[in-house]
């Protein structure tokens, strides 16, 4: 923990003798603590959605706003159910961020996405059991989308001894 949160920094170190694909996640489920996050307000400073095909694996990639996941700008989830991953953008530096707030100005939390993790996957736990369902919103850095080894979308290969290190944090927002 720091003056910022919580940072986590994750390295993998290629220590074999010759090249290998490396992907790597971690699964922060952001809350506000009270209700569903139904009308919470999302901000995902995302450059491109990810879709999906019918079995949920990628099936390409469409500018962020075109379709109903455009959360460029805060607005409330809904009853929406993003089971998606975003390409992010980079504002603030090297550093992407996904807010939640219950409103403008009220306190919520961010998860901060450094330059090594240009993914994010997002979902809002739909499948999980009654009393569980809607609590929080899956932020999940990644330095690859789902699925990239079997489909080759930004698939990282890493020689001998290449060392990749995967930066993310939390911050809970005080009210402004």
């Not at 290629?14 to 694909?21: K, Q």
């Not at 805060?74 to 929406?80: D, F, K, T, W």
């Amino acid at each position: 923990m720091g003056p910022d949160g919580l940072d986590v920094m994750v390295c993998a170190t290629n220590v074999g003798n010759r090249a290998a694909s490396h992907g790597v996640g971690q699964h922060p489920y952001p809350t506000l603590g009270a209700g569903t996050v139904d009308t919470a307000l999302l901000t995902v400073s995302a450059r491109e959605h990810i879709h999906t095909g019918h079995r949920g694996l990628p099936a390409g990639q469409e500018p962020f706003g075109v379709t109903d996941f455009g959360f460029r700008a805060a607005r409330p989830i809904g009853s929406r159910q993003p089971d998606t991953a975003f390409a992010l953008g980079r504002s603030d530096g090297d550093v992407a961020v996904v807010r939640l707030a219950q409103h403008l100005g009220a306190r919520g939390v961010a998860v901060r996405l450094g330059g090594r993790a240009p993914v994010t996957y997002g979902s809002m736990g739909d499948t999980l059991p009654g009393a569980e369902r809607r609590r929080g919103i899956a932020v999940e850095p990644m330095p690859c989308p789902p699925d990239s080894f079997r489909s080759g979308l930004g698939v990282h290969v890493r020689g001998k001894g290449d060392t990749h290190v995967l930066r993310w944090g939390l911050t809970a927002r005080r009210p402004t």
